[in-house]
């Protein structure tokens, strides 16, 4: 196999040929000041032009040696097409929503031509440019939010729970399956875009929500949507889902990008042999406040553990040391 | 009596929120002492919740559902409480620190003290530095609760306590922190007093330091 970006990548997301080393990848944002400077562009333009997001998302290929390329770095481009109004933030602040358009759960209403909204579109042009600079050289990753979080945006996060806490079952599934096509449109259409890979973001994270609601409310939606889907899906799920990961190997995804809570050894036996794992290097204590050596203890751990593409664990904070995520290109170049 | 505090409190725990209501007017109806059907069903309910959070049985959602019912009952009583019942045990200030929108846990915590007769003062989220300390100065309050869920929002919590201890009344007040990004370093790192976990536990937190007073 050529040791390219690209290889290393796609062979990784199926556990196939092993290269020199483990690629280092990126389903989350990985932008940070240093790299803001470093490329020349900053939040919040790269969030709504094309050529910003593009040149951003190379950025940490070429400058921080990362193999993929992931233009996506907010979780609000659906929300804002649905409705949602989006405060894009800054430089020190990433997006978020200032209202939720269907915290009355009323039926939500998908506008026609939805990938034409300007939040979408940035992101499929993104994608395009990627494709015309960087395919079949470097993996490129393209985002999309489930339709749990899109639930978030769309109804609250604590109005969400509660109905689920109070047994509105019907209420919570019929807002999951409205928003179901949202996230199949935009991953397909990612795909055409220029996309190698697609994340879906669904955020039935650890310690907020248990192993049986994923199991009883998301799971079956997920399976659906992996049905439609199908190229190659990493899921990304918050917090420690060690309780859950055999649900997640149930889902149809190739992959699981998982935090540092989940320990790497346990998920790679638990389920390593039927979906890759991408991971886990921790943000906060690691990569923003911790050392290059800490850094590469924990890139060496989860190579050993047979994690399958390396990185870290969830979007990085935005005043991460540009020295520590450099570590983790270095201590993945040292190989198996 | 026994019978229907014990109903009360499997009513909360299970979340029965459209049942509390016509319990609590019966145990009202039924002369229970107002104190004893706060602390032995309400609060007593939530230590269980909280015990079956903290060891992952039950999640937020159920969590949520708990506390409303707790609160929908805790509404009926709180007006018939004499003056001198209403006196409150203690007082907290809430928050969610500048720049950070989250509040789940937050909310979860000023529920639960409500619960337990606390004075709670939530100021919401995004709230700066400044009026954080503004409160504190203005209220006295025994405890005070920082939240973040964002590490770019973390050092926040280092620049309220700086600001506490600036103006003199660092010494006034228990400084709890919590939420996903921080953990009992952190904590010790910037001079809080403690560190939770999760919203149970902060809970039992803010309830000692007010104990200890």
């Known amino acids: 196999m050529k040791t390219s970006s690209y290889n290393l990548v796609m062979s990784a997301m199926f556990n196939g040929r092993k290269g020199e080393r483990p690629p280092v990848g990126n389903p989350t944002s990985i932008v940070c000041h240093g790299l803001m400077d470093a490329a020349g562009v900053s939040f919040p333009e790269a969030h709504l032009d094309a050529n910003a997001m593009a040149d951003l998302a190379l950025a940490g290929h070429e400058i921080l040696g990362f193999d993929t390329v992931m233009p996506e770095y907010s979780v609000q481009q659906e929300g804002a097409a649905l409705g949602c109004v989006v405060d894009w933030g800054n430089r020190d602040r990433m997006p978020d929503n200032k209202n939720f358009p269907y915290e009355d759960f009323s039926d939500v209403v998908v506008p026609d031509h939805l990938l034409e909204k300007p939040s979408m579109k940035v992101v499929l042009e993104a994608l395009s440019i990627l494709r015309r600079q960087v395919g079949g050289k470097v993996a490129i990753v393209g985002k999309v939010m489930g339709p749990w979080t899109l639930s978030y945006h769309m109804a609250g996060t604590q109005n969400f729970l509660l109905q689920i806490g109070m047994g509105e079952t019907e209420k919570v599934t019929k807002m999951l399956r409205q928003l179901m096509p949202v996230t199949i449109a935009f991953a397909q259409a990612q795909f055409q875009a220029g996309a190698d890979i697609v994340v879906m973001a669904d955020h039935v994270t650890g310690n907020l929500v248990g192993p049986y609601h994923y199991k009883e409310l998301l799971l079956p939606i997920h399976q659906q949507i992996t049905e439609q889907v199908k190229g190659p899906l990493i899921l990304h799920v918050c917090g420690d889902c060690s309780d859950r990961l055999e649900y997640f190997a149930q889902s149809g995804v190739d992959a699981y990008h998982m935090e540092w809570q989940v320990d790497a050894k346990m998920a790679v036996e638990k389920i390593g042999q039927r979906v890759s794992l991408v991971g886990n290097v921790n943000n906060p204590q690691v990569l923003y406040q911790g050392t290059s050596e800490d850094v590469h203890q924990q890139v060496r751990y989860a190579i050993a553990a047979g994690v399958n593409i390396i990185g870290p664990e969830c979007a990085i904070p935005l005043a991460t040391p540009m020295e520590n995520l450099r570590a983790i290109v270095e201590a993945a170049s040292e190989g198996y | ?213």
């Open chain 2, 1 to 213: 009596m026994e019978k229907i505090f014990e109903e009360i409190k499997n009513t909360v725990i299970a979340g029965k929120h459209k049942e509390i209501e016509a319990l609590v007017q019966k145990a009202i109806q039924e002369k229970a002492n107002l104190d004893d059907l706060i602390n032995r069903a309400l609060i007593a309910a939530m230590d269980v919740v909280g015990d079956r959070f903290a060891k992952s049985e039950i999640f937020v959602p159920e969590m949520l559902v708990s506390a409303v019912t707790m609160k929908k009952g805790l509404d009926i009583i709180k007006p018939l409480l004499k003056e001198d019942e209403e006196k409150t045990k203690g007082k907290v200030i809430l928050c969610t620190v500048k720049g950070d929108l989250h509040d789940i846990g937050k909310n979860l915590v000023a529920m639960m003290l409500e619960g337990a007769g606390l004075e709670v003062m939530d100021l919401g989220v995004d709230v700066t530095v400044e009026r954080v300390v503004d409160k504190v100065h203005e209220i006295q309050p025994q405890v005070l609760g920082l939240s973040a869920l964002l590490t770019t929002t973390m050092p926040e919590m280092e620049n309220v306590i700086n600001l506490l201890r600036d103006r003199g009344i660092r010494e006034k007040v228990k400084v709890m922190i919590g939420g996903a990004p921080v953990d009992a370093e952190f904590a010790e790192k910037i001079g809080a007093d403690a560190y939770g976990e999760d919203a149970a536990e902060a809970v039992m937190i803010a309830r000692s330091f007010i104990d200890l007073q």
